[in-house]
């Protein structure tokens, strides 16, 4: 029992510790799951539109800025309605929010651009 309360003594402020630096530093790993993944991803290449993409955006007035920084990086990947695995283009549906979504959006991610195909509001 004596052991127990040194160890207890020792790992806890170390526990505390190691993350409240880790913590500072932002530090996380949120960005390991695939659905984190798909989005850094997809962030990360450059953005086009189909024609229907283009005309869905008009008519829900929504602008590239919504769809990057609201759509995509707050969206839910569907990864049963998703081809992960295609060659040479995989295409992932990813609805937002995660709860109760309101849009719908279908594209193709390839090596240096990822197209979007299709923008459905769900409401």
Known sequence: MKKLKFYAIGFVP?????????????????????????????????FKYSEEAKAAMITYKIDEKFVKDSIITGGKVDFDRSHA????????????????????????????????????KLK
């Open 14 to 46: 170390g526990l505390l510790l190691v993350f409240f630096i880790l913590n500072k530093k932002g530090a996380s790993c949120s960005g390991y799951l695939p659905n984190s993944r798909v989005i850094a991803e997809t962030l990360s290449k450059e």
């Open 85 to 120: 695995q295609k060659k040479p283009c995989p295409d992932y549906t990813i609805t937002y929010p995660e709860k109760n979504p309101g849009y719908e959006i279908s594209f193709e991610k390839c090596e240096e651009t990822v197209t979007v195909n299709g923008l459905k």
